[in-house]
């Protein structure tokens, strides 16, 4: 009985393991059609073809101005997961753009400021420092924490005293990131 239960053990993974890759090509959408899927009523479908399209498609810039309207939709995963994309994908964006995603970090939600801060590091927003900097004085651990590697990655020397009282911040882990930041500003020329 125990062959016989190990063989079929033995078949059922043998046979996953050949129908694996059919059904991840079947599955698998053209950039095209993922763009279309942007302009869904179901905004966890809008953010998986966001996904998507930042893991299959990185060099590509085709969905950008679909994303980029969609900074402003009343959905807020949808909006995150768009500002999100465009920083992790480096989108060349414009003041409004900008404005939007700050729009994000000055926002009540920690999880929709910590997202729209953790976009801008990847976007060329020197307009959005002053926001960046008054998230320093959130009362969310956390915002505090993306708002120093933000600082980190788009600020200067000139940064540093904005950072320094969060040394002797009550969370470990808010002065761990901001010796981080400052580290890192130190080191820029």
């Given at each position: 009985?125990?062959?016989?239960?190990?063989?079929?053990?033995?078949?059922?993974?043998?046979?996953?393991?050949?129908?694996?890759?059919?059904?991840?090509?079947?599955?698998?959408?053209?950039?095209?059609?993922?763009?279309?899927?942007?302009?869904?009523?179901?905004?966890?479908?809008?953010?998986?073809?966001?996904?998507?399209?930042?893991?299959?498609?990185?060099?590509?810039?085709?969905?950008?101005?679909?994303?980029?309207?969609?900074?402003?939709?009343?959905?807020?995963?949808?909006?995150?997961?768009?500002?999100?994309?465009?920083?992790?994908?480096?989108?060349?964006?414009?003041k409004?753009?900008?404005?939007?995603?700050?729009?994000?970090?000055?926002?009540?939600?920690?999880?929709?400021?910590?997202?729209?801060?953790?976009?801008?590091?990847?976007?060329?927003?020197?307009?959005?420092?002053?926001?960046?900097?008054?998230?320093?004085?959130?009362t969310?651990?956390?915002?505090?924490?993306?708002?120093?590697?933000?600082?980190?990655?788009?600020?200067?020397?000139?940064?540093?005293?904005?950072?320094?009282?969060?040394?002797?911040?009550?969370?470990?882990?808010?002065?761990?990131?901001?010796?981080?930041?400052?580290?890192a500003?130190?080191?820029?020329?």
């Open positions: 009985m125990k062959k016989l239960s190990r063989r079929s053990f033995a078949a059922v993974l043998l046979m996953a393991a050949l129908a694996a890759p059919c059904s991840v090509q079947a599955a698998a959408k053209t950039e095209d059609q993922l763009i279309a899927e942007l302009d869904g009523p179901n905004e966890d479908k809008v953010a998986s073809a966001m996904l998507a399209i930042e893991k299959q498609f990185p060099a590509s810039t085709k969905a950008f101005p679909k994303m980029k309207t969609l900074l402003k939709d009343n959905r807020p995963k949808v909006r995150r997961k768009a500002a999100r994309v465009l920083g992790v994908l480096h989108a060349d964006v414009d409004e753009n900008i404005k939007d995603i700050v729009a994000m970090v000055k926002s009540s939600d920690p999880a929709e400021a910590m997202d729209g801060l953790k976009a801008l590091r990847g976007l060329k927003a020197a307009d959005a420092m002053p926001e960046v900097k008054a998230s320093l004085n959130s969310t651990p956390n915002v505090v924490r993306d708002a120093l590697r933000t600082l980190a990655v788009l600020g200067n020397k000139s940064d540093i005293p904005s950072i320094e009282p969060l040394l002797k911040h009550n969370d470990a882990k808010v002065q761990k990131d901001a010796q981080d930041a400052i580290f500003l130190q080191n820029k020329s």
